[in-house]
């Protein structure tokens, strides 16, 4: 079953005996030789950094976990020798925990692990099909290609694959580097909708179009799903990250975009994965940055929890 005496999140005590509320997925799959190495590492670097985050949250009234029970999973491994192999193998590693846990947190590892989750999603307690859910994807890149570097399964494909896989909507939150034939296919496909970076954070006020975004978000229904590519947020965050990009999200953006998504009463969040994590080797930010993400879509969860049992 894995090592149980590794770091847990948020360097809470874990019960081994479920069912939990919360389970930590760390996936850390590294695969596109054409990229900035180490995400790897990034899940443990994140599950680590999370002992430094405080455990009281604005959202809710007592530390957490608030008497709710999080399990850090044993985690996810193949030696399976092609790509899809591995991605099949991430599928069953999800489709296994979500049936302890409603809400997963899965923290990767390559943009990539999204594609198996999605299809691990269809055994989710509160999706009906694939078609119902909304993919929420902050991230610099809208990952929309075709192939990359001849690489049909990658970073900068996986939401095009999700869509294919039948993801019926996803909003892109953030994005400010794109192929021509990418932004072509965000004109042209009713399903996405994108939320460019210049646009939401210009800083002159009546350009720009945050609270519109803000709005938008709130009106989203059914199944949610947040996919949150670290490299979404300004670089100076996250400088270790694949492909640091100036220009991103705040934290605090960051925070009211998942504040909202999770008390909105028209969707339900189904969980998230925070991905691209790669640690920083000289200090801590970029895995701190995670952490204090991935702390926040847990407080958030929790909340939700004690409001639906009040
Ligand atoms: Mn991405």
Redesign the pocket.
């Known amino acids: 079953m894995g090592d149980w005496s590794s770091p847990t999140f948020l360097g809470l005590e874990e019960s081994e005996l479920g069912p939990w509320d919360i389970v930590v997925l760390p996936v850390p799959l590294e695969i596109s030789v054409s990229y900035g190495e180490g995400t790897e590492r990034g899940p443990d670097a994140c599950i680590e950094a999370s002992s430094q985050v405080e455990l009281n949250d604005r959202v809710l009234e007592n530390d957490l976990p608030c008497g709710f029970k999080i399990l850090t999973a044993p985690k996810w491994s193949s030696d399976a020798p092609s790509l899809r192999e591995q991605l099949n193998s991430i599928r069953d590693y999800v489709k296994k925990w979500i049936r302890s846990a409603d809400f997963p947190l899965i923290l990767g590892g390559e943009?990539g692990i999204l594609l198996p989750i999605i299809e691990a999603m269809e055994n989710h307690r509160l999706v009906r099909k694939i078609s119902d859910i909304t993919i929420v994807?902050i991230?610099?890149?809208a990952?929309l290609r075709d192939e990359l570097n001849g690489e049909r399964f990658s970073?900068?494909t996986?939401?095009r694959r999700s869509l294919e896989a039948g993801v019926g909507n996803v909003v892109q939150i953030g994005v400010r580097a794109l192929s021509s034939e990418e932004e072509s296919m965000i004109r042209q496909d009713d399903r996405i909708q994108t939320w460019f970076a210049g646009d939401l954070l210009s800083v002159s006020e009546h350009l720009s179009n945050w609270d519109k975004m803000i709005a938008s978000i709130s009106e989203i229904e059914g199944p949610v799903w947040i996919?949150f590519?670290v490299?979404?947020l300004d670089g100076s965050l996250v400088p270790s990250t694949g492909t640091p990009m100036p220009g991103g999200l705040s934290h605090w953006g960051a925070v009211e975009i998942i504040e909202n998504l999770f008390s909105s009463e028209k969707c339900t969040v189904i969980g998230a994965d925070i991905?691209?994590i790669v640690p920083d080797t000289q200090g801590s930010l970029t895995q701190f940055s995670a952490a204090l993400v991935s702390t926040k879509i847990v407080a958030c969860h929790i909340a939700n929890l004690i409001n639906n049992n009040a």
Request: glycine letters at 12%; proline letters at 0%.
């Open positions: 943009h994807q991230d610099a890149h990952d970073h900068g996986v939401i996919t590519d490299d979404g991905n691209e």
